[in-house]
């Protein structure tokens, strides 16, 4: 498709009633829908299910439960040096670098701050001021269970509903400011060595975004940003943990304060990764 027909299609289409509808079709249990849906699926994207706990696609119970499938043990080995830092999904990198005056690179050309990725909140930005990102693209093929890149203790969650753009490259090269307009799920972790921030953005036909600790978090009931607040709850993940998954897309957004982090050398945009594997470390 034409990339500016596509663009345009996407600032036409009722964006959250197309995904509700998806998520409806995705959690059903009916075994013509689920097992039609998976089958086509499975083909089109060349979907890997030796690494699957399950291999046989039509074992699910509907096709959510596919899509997050979970995977066979030692399949993704979580780089165990303390200083590490990883790769929180399977995908590829989008962008990584540094947050520079308060901004984020997206794509050539676009950019956005990391106070709007954050909800606005204004002092939650600047414990990141010039610290570094790292954006990971989850295709449909990959696995998609978001875990730690570091470990440390959950502060804060917040619920910032938005729009559902796609966020693959076409959609980041040219809508402004895409993942801090897209309906997305901020989770703030302390650890030795500063906040750490995990961003879970949702996209077009997204049926869901789900964290370990509170279950399915969206699509979100208010229109209203929400703030949860977990102090005394002492929510402690490790390294390479589960924190998180989608029902369908999309992407995660890591963000570090300054100065404590330094990516490896060898990533750079459209860069494939693992969950687990060594992104950098701490300096």
């Not at 899509?67 to 993704?76: D, M, N, Q």
């Not at 954006?135 to 998609?144: A, G, I, N």
Request: aromatic fraction near 10%; glycine fraction near 8%.
């Amino acid at each position: 498709m034409n990339e500016k027909l596509f663009i345009r299609l996407q600032h036409l289409v009722p964006q959250h009633g197309l995904s509700r509808a998806a998520g409806w079709l995705a959690s059903t249990p009916n075994k013509f829908v689920k097992n039609t849906f998976i089958s086509w699926f499975v083909k089109r994207y060349n979907v890997d299910m030796s690494l699957a706990a399950e291999e046989n696609p039509l074992a699910y119970g509907c096709f959510n439960d596919f899509f997050t499938r979970s995977l066979k043990p030692g399949a993704r080995p979580v780089d165990n040096a303390q200083d590490s830092i990883v790769s929180p999904a399977d995908g590829a990198i989008s962008q990584l670098g540094k947050i520079i005056d308060g901004r984020i690179f997206q794509a050539k050309g676009q950019d956005y701050t990391a106070q709007e990725l954050l909800g606005g909140d204004e002092a939650l930005a600047a414990e990141f001021a010039e610290g570094d990102f790292a954006t990971v693209y989850l295709s449909p093929r990959d696995y998609h269970r978001v875990h730690m890149p570091y470990g440390g203790k959950l502060r804060t969650m917040i619920s910032i509903p938005g729009e559902l753009f796609s966020v693959n490259t076409v959609t980041a090269e040219n809508v402004p400011r895409l993942f801090a307009r897209n309906e997305r799920v901020v989770a703030i972790f302390d650890t030795d060595i500063g906040p750490m921030a995990v961003v879970l953005v949702g996209a077009m036909i997204v049926a869901g975004i789900e964290t370990v600790w509170d279950g399915q978090v969206a699509p979100f009931a208010s229109r209203e940003i929400a703030t949860s607040l977990y102090p005394y709850q002492n929510i402690v993940l490790n390294k390479g943990d589960e924190m998180g998954r989608f029902k369908l897309g999309s992407t995660a957004i890591i963000l570090f304060a300054k100065d404590k982090i330094q990516w490896d050398g060898h990533f750079a945009a459209a860069t494939p990764t693992k969950m687990g594997e060594r992104m950098g470390g701490k300096r």
